[in-house]
């Protein structure tokens, strides 16, 4: 059997209340361990490095296979969600996990680890990328780590397509974009620059404070018309399932 191990802090079934796939039923396997600690983090911070035996379970992936296939009906399920966490840092348990289940799989991704990423990008039909702004998540170099991250999956398609080893049609990707009242012009130009040179299609994301949008109407109109004057490739949506008040 094989040591190759992950280690997850929790597995559901519900809707997914972010993105472009709002709405849509999925199973989310949230992965312990982030390599980044945001200032608006959702989940409780897990460090790379966890000893703490009772705030995770491990699997290999044959485990979570079955474990996915007694617990669940894979069949009502539009996605699988991978998300954390950080679940890149377990590119090498994915690599084998992934190709043992036949659903689509939906990755949630901080978009700053590119290190093995081919790996598992055959397997993956939407990524779901951060876009972090230092003014609302005290990340520094994030746009640097994100042009990297994008640079990556964009050489992937064009050898995919044509060496013709993977169908690189169908596959979606998009970035979330986090903000609050901090946000600045030469973020906006940096997340419309980013939008342009990989054609993503932007989605604007109020913080959340609680269950309560930290910015008024007023603010998220005034920066959502700011990027539409850049670029017209974006929208506004909140967290969803905050004020469904599902997990």
């Known amino acids: 059997m094989s040591e190759n191990k ?10 997914q209340g972010e993105g472009l796939y709002i709405g849509t039923k999925q199973l989310f396997i949230r992965f312990c361990a982030c390599n980044l600690k945001c200032d ?7 460090p790379v490095n966890i000893n703490d035996k009772d705030t995770f379970f491990e699997f290999t992936p044959d485990e979570l296979v079955r474990y996915i296939n007694e617990k669940f009906d894979i069949k009502t399920i539009s996605f699988i969600s ?7 840092i377990w590119n090498e348990f994915l690599a084998e996990f992934l190709p043992k289940v036949k659903t689509k799989f939906y990755l949630e991704t901080n978009a ?3 290190e093995n990423l081919e790996k598992i990008l055959p397997y993956i039909e939407v990524i779901a ?12 170099n ?23 080893q993977y169908d690189c049609d169908g596959k979606k990707l998009f970035a979330k974009i986090i903000f609050d009242k901090n946000i600045t012009d030469e973020e906006i130009e940096n997340c419309v620059f ?8 932007l989605i604007l994301q109020p913080k959340m404070n609680g269950n309560e949008i930290s910015v ?3 603010f998220m109109i005034h920066v959502f018309n700011k990027f539409m004057e850049k670029y017209n490739h974006v929208r506004l949506i909140p967290q969803v399932h905050k004020f469904l008040d599902i997990e």
Do not use: M, W
Request: aromatic share 10%.
């Open 6 to 15: 992950a280690k997850i802090k929790e597995i559901f079934a519900s809707v």
């Open 40 to 46: 608006y983090c959702d989940t409780p911070h897990l």
């Open 82 to 88: 991978l998300t954390g966490g950080e679940p890149l």
């Open 112 to 114: 700053t680890i590119t």
């Open 129 to 140: 990328a951060d876009i972090k702004l230092p003014s609302c998540s005290g990340i520094k």
């Open 142 to 164: 994030s746009f640097d780590l994100h042009n990297k991250f994008f640079d990556k999956i964009k050489h992937y398609k064009v050898d995919c397509a044509v060496t013709r």
């Open 194 to 201: 980013l939008g342009q040179k990989y054609n993503l299609e």
């Open 216 to 218: 008024d109407s007023e």
